[in-house]
């Protein structure tokens, strides 16, 4: 669902999604919970984010990390232990 969100600059809500200009932009847009947009008031462009979808999206996302992290290294150190011990 989108929110209206405000822009930075002159506090409108004329937000519109703005295209990623080069890779670098692509990059971030995959690993932050970011966007590009800009407004069609003052014609400012930059990222937006929105803080409680995001807070809660990137949370969830670390407890996932953090496990897959600690099940993947207990595999790991098995697969040592069973290598070292033949
Ligand atoms: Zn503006």
């Given at each position: 669902m989108q929110i209206p969100k405000p822009c930075?600059?002159?506090?409108?809500?004329?937000l519109n999604r703005s295209r990623s200009k080069n890779i670098f932009e692509k990059g971030l847009k995959r690993i932050l919970p970011i966007k590009t947009y800009r407004c069609h008031a003052c014609h400012w462009r930059g990222w937006v984010s929105n803080r409680k979808i995001t807070q809660e999206v990137s949370l969830r996302k670390a407890v996932l990390i953090y496990s897959a992290v600690i099940v993947i290294s207990l595999i790991v150190a098995n697969m040592l232990r069973i290598m070292i011990l033949r």
């Open positions: 930075p600059k002159c506090g409108e809500f004329q």
